[in-house]
């Protein structure tokens, strides 16, 4: 079995807000129980925030195995990233509809040169090759869901967030949030 990640990204915050966001939010998990305020090494990385006392009300299917798991922490990610989920189905241009891609990355993506622009610190504008109008990274449908931006909090192996608790999230972030996934 291998590791799964949730994200709750936040495609809108700035470069500059985006500390101040992962605080403010990160302070009210603590308050509420649903991770500890400490740093452990319960992550794929440089540490995270293991599960609190009231983890479970942040998911739909509580399983009380994620306490038992090596990796089972929340990650806050600040700085300019790419949260991609593991599959791709499709990438849809949100004005006209049209499938611009279909099936998983590969080498021949069209993509990649507007991400690769993004995230270098460019605008990862992509011109939709049938109705011609310019997209941000953002604006195009991704299923399932990507998101380009500087903040986002990452779930290893929880189960299922639950909707109410991601829009809570994204009430507090005053912003859109998309919520790639996968697993390792």
């Not at 998990?29 to 992550?43: D, H, K, N, Q, S």
């Not at 089972?72 to 006209?96: H, K, Q, W």
């Amino acid at each position: 079995m291998g590791d799964w990640f949730q994200v709750i990204a936040d495609p809108e915050a700035t470069a500059d807000e985006a500390g101040r966001l992962a605080a403010e939010v990160l302070a009210w998990l603590v308050e509420r129980g649903i991770v500890r305020p400490e740093r452990t090494a319960c992550v794929l990385g440089e540490g995270g925030h293991a599960p609190g006392p009231n983890w479970r009300v942040a998911v739909t299917d509580p399983d009380a195995g994620l306490l038992g798991l090596g990796t089972n922490d929340l990650e806050v990610i600040t700085g300019r990233t790419v949260f991609y989920s593991m599959d791709l189905d499709s990438v849809a241009c949100p004005y006209c509809g049209s499938v611009a891609v279909r099936g998983p990355v590969g080498s021949e993506w069209d993509f990649l040169p507007s991400i690769e622009s993004w995230y270098a610190g460019g605008s990862g504008i992509r011109t939709c090759d049938q109705c011609g109008q310019a997209v941000g990274l953002n604006d195009w449908r991704w299923t399932p869901d990507w998101a380009f931006g500087h903040l986002g909090f990452q779930f290893w192996n929880w189960p299922p967030l639950d909707p109410s608790f991601v829009a809570e999230v994204s009430h507090r972030l005053g912003h859109r949030t998309r919520t790639p996934s996968g697993k390792l």
